[in-house]
């Protein structure tokens, strides 16, 4: 007889009763870690720690041999720091698996295995141990008969019989991560599936979810916000070991910084900063060793470019609060035209670090402004500057010292010395920014012109830094630099001025006794020539004009060539990129390696001074002796 389908009716199930099972599972839970406890148990837990604490461990080998005292020692290792910390260690380890003979109990397993998940790298403070347990449990989950009875939820130690050969390694939460992204699925319920929920309380976990958003960070679209970087940001998951001395904050610093190009968005900028803090502080500062220092000197300088915009924002916004509550109607009608000049600079591109320097009085004005979003770190200036703000730009060619109210705008053709650069000075005087610093660069660069003009009339400041500029050889884009207003108006009354052919050379400091020699010549129509900007092109003292025609001297070029061999890694660096690379210019080779175009004639000038030859338009070029010789040196070292 053939019986109709049974149509169990769904019965939904009351709150009290959801509430009342809710209890019993968690009764459960507790049952099952307290499974295996006895009066025996304890009074064998008594007797453990009084040995740790006597340090007397006669007859300890023998009780070993008893599986209570091998439940008791590894409950001990898990639950207990204090205990653990005296008791736990490879020879202690090794008495407990020699003794247990043929393999531990299934509890005493479970028990290692969740210590090695809730430990794991922090077992490598007592060398060896990590890597001793790790053994070992693959050992005993070897000999592990499977279980006769299979429950509803997946077994821990069948698991790791079945998979431990790789989570249990060194890199097994990068690989465990890698496998949950590659099957698209989240960790935590991987954790479940696999049995290993009561595993995931502890480092190896902490390490999997630092892997996981580290591995979101990777692919994250630029600038785009995402909850990992909330994580990321908290104390515990920055700080967790990744390898060796490096965290897992400082792989996600370098992850953005390296993706984020030239000009970062807000959101990654505001994350960097939030977690490492502002690089422009000293070095021996605590904040720049512990975040900064292990990520290199590029990834610093390029964050310390980023922030220039940031710098001239907080600039600006403190001379802009200035004048509206102080009522200062004239430092409110020059602020525009300040403003449009600093802003159009930096659309140029021709900012490449600033230093911002604040009053007290400014200071106060900008956090009240701002308030927690001011993470930037800035110079304090005392005395008669205590309510004014001052700005120093780097801009390659040239150095700008530019302050609100009545500061003069210093102009120079050379970083004025190492104050205001250095980030180990941290406060300033009037006396520093008027006098001592213009006397630092008379003394580095008696050579070169500086000059100071003040901010009146309007307009004729702006022309002042244009002429000043252009007679060294200079050019600007003065139209982006200036109002529409403004622009017409400097064509009627200034006209564009004529920029010098002969760039003003400007010398090392260190070779500042050295008689200077004529820079590059611009040639007519081009982008110096016709007021725009210029190619970054700083020729260091002491060049000989001869040597750019090396091509015509073989003997000369033959000496140069001898020289190879001795030549320092970062001069022949720079050779074979002027060989892959033949006909740039310094300012593109200064932007590769990321160093100032002084940096780069130095080495032409020097080590490299006969090497290569320059054309017309300003651009490098090897011999023909030394390319061939550093082709044959190259194909040497490959053969070797």
């Known amino acids: 007889m053939k019986l109709p389908p049974v149509h169990m009716p769904v019965a939904e199930w009351a709150p009290v009763v959801r509430e009342r099972w809710t209890v019993l599972v968690e009764k459960g839970a507790r049952m099952k870690a307290a499974s295996g406890k006895s009066d025996a148990f304890d009074a064998m837990l008594a007797r453990l720690r009084d040995m740790a604490s006597t340090g007397r461990f006669d007859g300890l080998p023998e009780l070993l041999k008893r599986r209570l005292t091998a439940r008791a020692l590894t409950w001990l290792w898990l639950n207990d720091e204090v205990m653990a910390s005296r008791l736990l260690n490879p020879r202690m380890l090794s008495v407990l698996l020699e003794a247990q003979q043929p393999r531990l109990t299934r509890i005493t397993l479970q028990q290692l295995a969740q210590l090695y998940f809730r430990r794991f790298d922090l077992l490598d403070a007592r060398e060896g141990l990590r890597e001793l347990l790790e053994h070992s449990l693959l050992q005993q989950l070897e000999k592990m008969p499977l279980p006769r009875i299979v429950g509803p939820w997946p077994d821990p130690l069948v698991t790791l019989q079945r998979e431990g050969h790789w989570l249990l390694t060194m890199d097994g939460p990068g690989q465990l991560v890698e496998k949950v992204r590659s099957e698209g699925r989240e960790l935590g319920a991987t954790f479940s599936e696999m049995g290993l929920q009561g595993f995931d309380d502890g480092r190896y976990a902490d390490l999997c979810r630092a892997h996981f958003y580290l591995e979101t960070l990777r692919h994250l679209p630029l600038d785009a916000s995402d909850p990992v970087l909330d994580e990321l940001l908290k104390p515990p998951v920055a700080k967790a070991p990744f390898e060796g001395e490096r965290r897992i904050g400082h792989v996600a610093l370098e992850i953005l910084i390296d993706r984020a190009g030239q000009e970062p968005g807000e959101v990654w900028q505001s994350f960097i900063l939030n ?109 008669q500057m205590n309510d004014k703000a001052v700005i120093y730009l780097d801009c390659g060619d040239f150095h700008l010292v530019e302050g609100s109210h009545n500061f003069k705008i210093w102009v120079y053709l050379a970083a004025p010395g190492e104050l205001l650069r250095s980030y180990e000075r941290s406060s300033f ?168 175009t002084r940096e780069i004639n130095q080495i032409l000038y020097g080590p490299l001074k006969g090497m290569l030859t320059q054309d017309g338009n300003f651009g490098w070029r090897l011999t023909d002796a030394i390319s061939r010789e550093l082709d044959a040196l190259d194909e040497q070292e490959r053969d070797s």
Not at 312 to 327: D, K, N, P, S
Not at 459 to 486: C, M, R, Y
Request: hydrophobic share 40%; proline share 8%.
């Open 275 to 383: 977690l490492a803090g502002d690089p422009r502080i000293a070095r021996n500062a605590p904040n720049y060793r512990e975040w900064w220092q292990p990520l290199g000197e590029a990834r610093i300088q390029k964050v310390r470019g980023w922030l220039s915009k940031e710098d001239l924002r907080l600039f600006l916004q403190a001379v802009e609060q200035f004048g509206i509550e102080t009522q200062n109607s004239e430092l409110q009608r020059m602020f525009p035209a300040r403003k449009r000049f600093l802003e159009g600079l930096f659309k140029l591109k021709l900012i490449r670090n600033t230093r911002l320097l604040l009053g007290g009085k400014a200071q106060q004005s900008v956090k009240r402004i701002l308030g927690e979003e001011v993470k930037t770190s800035f110079a304090r200036m005392d005395g």
């Open 429 to 596: 005087s009037q006396r520093d920014l008027n006098v001592t610093i213009p006397q630092t660069y008379k003394k580095l660069y008696p050579m070169l012109p500086c000059d100071a003009f003040t901010h009146y009339p309007p307009l004729a400041w702006q022309n002042k830094v244009f002429t000043f500029l252009a007679s060294n050889g200079v050019g600007l884009d003065i139209e982006k630099l200036l109002s529409p207003e403004d622009y017409q108006l400097q064509l009627r009354k200034y006209g564009i001025p004529v920029v010098n052919v002969h760039r003003t050379m400007v010398p090392s400091p260190a070779d500042i006794s050295v008689a200077p020699v004529e820079a590059e010549v611009v040639p007519p129509g081009s982008p110096a020539a016709s007021g725009r900007t210029p190619a970054n092109r700083v020729v260091t003292a002491g060049a000989d004009i001869a040597d750019r025609s090396s091509d015509q001297h073989p003997t000369g070029a033959s000496a140069a060539a001898g020289r190879l061999a001795s030549l320092k890694p970062s001069a022949l660096k720079l050779l074979r990129y002027f060989r892959d690379n033949p006909g740039d210019r310094v300012r593109y080779a200064a932007n590769v390696f990321g160093v100032e």
